[in-house]
């Protein structure tokens, strides 16, 4: 079956560790995305992927990355410099950038828990 | 101000009854709209697309008014499994680097109750 999967379900970090959570897709999409959402706030754009080898910042990147070394992979490292990462991340592919009324898919996300 | 806007809610609607609650949202250049829906502690997905002439799937109508910068969701003949967060989605499409990157509302709650 065509869809995203994002691994692992459920992660708890220590503070002052890096974790990295991972997103693929098997949609052949060419756009891929990293969402956080906090409890009363809309979804927040950290960094999107338009083609690969290629990604731009989003509205909060500050303390994460990412890489998209291949089309169906685009995994989100939370680093020790992120000040309050606990947070639902949710990862989404689109088929291209373009097109306004492309539907965004997303995986079924991951809940970080910093200790 | 927030770029999209949503009333939190709950609405508490009773089954059967209408249900219907806007968004705003601040760029009037916004090309694109749609709303998705999420149930609790799950992802997100596509209800429906708002298209300039409104638009209708099964019991949900969804319109836009650009004049006044707002997009609405209507809900008839409610059902419990109805019961779910929506959220608001504007496609802020300025420039080739914004393609494709959406801006979401924080969501409306809806409480289905029998």
């Known amino acids: 079956d065509g869809g995203i999967t994002q691994s692992p379900k459920y992660l708890f970090r220590k503070e002052g560790q890096n974790v990295t959570l991972s997103c693929e897709q098997n949609?052949?999409?060419?756009?891929m995305y990293w969402y956080r959402q906090d409890p009363g706030q809309g979804l927040r754009l950290i960094y999107y992927s338009q083609i690969v080898n290629d990604f731009q910042k989003g509205d909060i990147a500050e303390g994460y990355s990412v890489s998209r070394e291949k089309k169906e992979s685009f995994p989100l490292t939370v680093t020790s410099a992120q000040k309050n990462p606990t947070a639902f991340y949710l990862c989404a592919s689109r088929p291209s950038s373009e097109g306004l009324y492309n539907e965004q898919f997303f995986g079924p996300g991951t809940r970080l828990t910093v200790l | 101000r927030k770029e999209v806007e949503q009333d939190p809610g709950p609405f508490n609607v009773p089954e059967g009854a209408t249900v219907a609650f806007n968004c705003t949202y601040s760029?009037?250049?916004?090309?694109?709209f749609f709303w998705y829906r999420q149930d609790c502690r799950k992802e997100p997905k596509l209800l429906m697309s708002?298209?300039?002439s409104g638009n209708e799937d099964g019991r949900f109508t969804a319109q836009l008014n650009r004049a006044s910068q707002y997009i609405s969701l209507l809900i008839r003949d409610s059902k419990l499994s109805d019961s779910a967060t929506y959220l608001c989605v504007v496609n802020m499409n300025m420039t080739t680097d914004s393609w494709g990157k959406l801006q979401f509302g924080a969501g409306t709650q809806v409480v289905v109750t029998p």
């Open positions: 949609l052949n999409h060419d756009a």
């Open positions: 760029n009037s250049a916004s090309q694109s």
């Open positions: 708002v298209y300039s």
